[in-house]
């Protein structure tokens, strides 16, 4: 294990759990990587991208509230109010010096503070005026999604800080904007700021809310009961504060004839990272990690190289942590881990399967049947669906993920939850689907 370490700055460390041995003729690596940052406190001194800070300094950061205003948030009326008081404690959670701006969305982005194209500096007389502003908001007209994210861009890209965040809430479809619009906003923002995405009430689709915030390493989530907003854009404005490095890279190198099969993260949620490298050199490419603050994630990487003989070794790839620079370089952070392969006739090696290797695939299969179960019940498919959330419950109870049992139980009837026997519940509350299905990707780690 290797730390980068540096006066009141995140220390970062890179672990790997595998089982190196493989059989003869053996190609497959596999191994779990844990990435943890620790000891920049949440708004202590901190390098983030290429800035440094002097002590008693936060990370400069700047966030943009993206709050739907279209004319379904006044269904109830309540939801509006809801809406308003959520962004006026978001306001309230942001801290001295963060750059911030309100944007009101319908078929069009509109900005709402402060306006004229510009951010805010957060202090007692700001966040007064942000609030006041908040008053002004009402609810009507349409939904286009992709124009509220790039306002947010456009603002967020006016100030020379190191972390750049938006926080969307949306009550409904995107329905005046085509897909591929909305692909295309979200494709032109990623790298450039990350977005936590929630969903209010059951009338939003969950796959576009969760597609934005994997599209931009943010967090999502359901909140059914509009009542809840405020303790949720409190909760996710203070993880944004504590945030202190922004753009991580991981950087996999692997040998001539190795193939990366995939990089996905596991913990603390499933999300696919392979189609996101970025080549780094020569048999080398980067993987976005996001901002971090003191955390730790998992990431499970597999790569397929060339058979060897027995006895032999191999390095199948070599892990590192960096960050942008503005020259076009990068800082590499120092943290580095190794994958190994070794060919053996030990067939009690070769054939052993590493723990965390093993609770991760279960991890991420979980996610994938939840899924496919949701989707086979929404078409109608009651036998498919059944086998499907059959085998979660399964997976569920075997790894010890209560919480996601818990969400499943409110779908399905268990009937033994060993053997993933299940039936399908005549009548299910659509908050208890839409909330299952969002939250399907969240993992827990494997048990000490």
């Not at 944007?103 to 007692?124: F, K, S």
């Not at 404005?237 to 692997?254: C, H, I, N, P, Q």
């Amino acid at each position: 294990m290797a730390i980068f370490s540096k006066p009141n700055v995140p220390q970062f460390s890179v672990d790997v759990y595998q089982n190196e041995y493989l059989p003869e003729g053996g190609r497959e690596v596999n191994a779990i990587v844990t990435v943890t940052a620790t000891g920049g406190g949440t708004i202590g001194s901190a390098v983030a991208a290429h800035h440094l800070y002097s002590p008693g300094e936060g990370p400069s950061a700047a966030v943009v509230l993206m709050v739907d205003c279209s004319g379904s948030m006044d269904y109830p009326p309540t939801k509006m109010r809801n809406a308003r008081d959520a962004t006026a404690a978001a306001i309230d959670a942001l801290r001295d010096g963060v750059h911030f701006a309100v944007v009101g969305g319908t078929h069009v982005a509109r900005e709402v503070y402060p306006g004229d194209g510009a951010l805010a500096v957060a202090g007692a007389a700001t966040r007064e005026q942000a609030k006041q502003a908040l008053r002004k908001l009402s609810a009507g007209g349409g939904t286009a999604i992709g124009t509220w994210l790039g306002l947010a861009d456009r603002l967020l890209a006016s100030a020379d800080v190191a972390i750049r965040h938006g926080i969307l809430l949306t009550d409904g479809r995107n329905e005046h904007e085509s897909p591929e619009d909305l692909k295309a906003a979200l494709d032109a923002c990623a790298g450039r700021f990350t977005c936590d995405a929630r969903g209010v009430g059951t009338d939003w689709e969950v796959k576009e809310v969760t597609g934005i915030a994997s599209s931009l390493l943010g967090s999502a989530d359901i909140v059914a009961d509009p009542a809840g907003l405020a303790a949720d854009f409190t909760l996710m404005m203070e993880t944004a504060m504590g945030k202190e490095v922004a753009d991580v890279s991981l950087r996999l190198w692997t040998p001539a004839g190795a193939t990366v099969r995939f990089v996905k993260q596991v913990a603390p949620s499933v999300e696919e990272l392979t189609g996101r490298r970025t080549e780094s050199g020569p048999r080398s490419g980067d993987y976005p990690l996001g901002s971090w603050g003191d955390e730790s994630r998992d990431y499970h990487v597999y790569v397929e190289v060339p058979s060897a003989g027995l006895g032999q070794e191999m390095l199948a790839a070599r892990l590192s942590l960096v960050i942008p620079q503005p020259d076009g370089g990068v800082r590499n952070l120092g943290a580095q881990g190794l994958v190994r392969a070794v060919w053996t006739d030990d067939m009690a090696a070769s054939t052993s399967i590493n723990p965390q290797v093993a609770h991760y695939t279960g991890q991420a299969e979980l996610a994938q049947v939840i899924q496919q179960g949701l989707d086979l019940r929404k078409e109608g498919d009651k036998d498919g669906a059944t086998a499907k959330l059959g085998r979660a419950v399964q997976l569920a109870s075997a790894s010890g993920n209560a919480d996601t049992a818990k969400l499943l139980s409110k779908v399905v009837d268990v009937v033994d939850a060993a053997t993933g026997t299940v039936r399908l519940k005549a009548k299910v509350e659509e908050a208890d689907e839409m909330t299952l299905e969002t939250r399907s990707t969240k993992t827990v780690r494997v048990k000490k």
